[in-house]
């Protein structure tokens, strides 16, 4: 059993950046490959990043390579997204889930979920 909790959300210009910060409140995430999930208004739960428990392997949703990065660090069961040039469109409830086994940008894949952090980016 693990439960994650979100951090760093918040109101954020347009360009601006914020770190968002997911920690394993109960049990260990250290040997789940770990994701990051968004949900805007209206729209559906959208992929956003994900990487592997080593930290060894990553992917991204289009819509952020080169703006976003996903990294983690197993001795504090913590997992991080760290979003710079960030755009209005970014705007979202942010998720970070975990799951056994290896990569997927598929959210029914994961077991586990925080209960997200808001993320606000203004024009």
């Known amino acids: 059993q693990v439960q994650l909790v979100e951090f760093g959300g918040g109101l954020v210009q347009a360009g601006g950046s914020l770190r968002l910060s997911c920690a394993t409140s109960e049990g260990d995430s250290s040997h789940y490959t770990m994701a990051w999930f968004r949900r805007a208004p209206g729209k559906e739960r959208e992929f956003v990043a994900v990487?592997?428990?080593?930290?060894?392997?990553?992917a991204y949703a289009d819509f952020v390579k080169g703006r976003f990065t996903i990294s983690r660090d197993n001795a504090k069961n913590a997992m991080y997204l760290q979003m710079n040039s960030l755009k209005p469109e970014d705007s979202a409830v942010y998720y970070c889930?975990?799951?056994?086994?290896?990569?997927?940008?598929?959210?029914?894949?994961?077991?586990?979920w925080g209960q997200g952090t808001q993320v606000t980016v203004s024009s």
């Open positions: 889930a975990a799951r056994l086994g290896t990569i997927s940008s598929v959210g029914s894949a994961y077991y586990y």
């Open positions: 990487i592997t428990w080593g930290g060894r392997d990553s």
